[in-house]
């Protein structure tokens, strides 16, 4: 939802028109692909964005955040958990044996290694 200090614009649906129809950032200009995400982006341009902010709960980590998503994955940096398994299974049987904290990392790899130049 958007805060008093924002503004932001999204096309009317139209009744032939992809439902995943994009929204542009008034402030920014940035568009997004769905609508629904603008309002969060939104928080990046309000006065009192650190009240939204998540904060690393690790004494003497200064890691804030807007998404608690984004502080889930970083939490994983203090445990070392790496809970994401690529979920490539070659031919013979195995699974590739790649592990990682953070979602991005996981997709470049499987990018990187996995997909034929795709």
């Given at each position: 939802?958007?805060?008093?200090?924002?503004?932001?614009?999204?096309?009317?649906?139209?009744?032939?028109?992809?439902?995943?129809?994009?929204?542009?950032?008034?402030?920014?200009?940035?568009?997004?692909?769905?609508?629904?995400?603008?309002?969060?982006?939104?928080?990046?341009?309000?006065?009192?964005?650190?009240?939204?902010?998540?904060?690393?709960?690790?004494?003497?980590?200064?890691?804030?955040?807007?998404?608690?998503?984004?502080?889930?994955?970083?939490?994983?940096?203090?445990?070392?958990a790496r809970p994401l398994q690529c979920p490539v299974i070659f031919s013979d049987g195995l699974r590739c044996?790649?592990?990682?904290?953070?979602?991005?990392?996981?997709?470049?790899?499987?990018?990187?290694?996995?997909?034929?130049?795709?």
């Amino acid at each position: 939802m958007p805060r008093e200090d924002s503004t932001y614009t999204s096309s009317p649906p139209k009744p032939d028109q992809d439902p995943n129809r994009r929204a542009t950032c008034t402030t920014c200009g940035l568009t997004v692909k769905r609508p629904s995400d603008l309002p969060r982006h939104m928080l990046l341009h309000a006065k009192n964005k650190e009240d939204f902010m998540f904060q690393c709960p690790f004494p003497e980590c200064g890691h804030k955040t807007l998404q608690k998503s984004n502080l889930e994955t970083h939490i994983r940096i203090h445990t070392n958990a790496r809970p994401l398994q690529c979920p490539v299974i070659f031919s013979d049987g195995l699974r590739c044996n790649f592990t990682s904290s953070d979602p991005s990392s996981l997709h470049r790899h499987k990018k990187r290694k996995h997909e034929d130049g795709e």
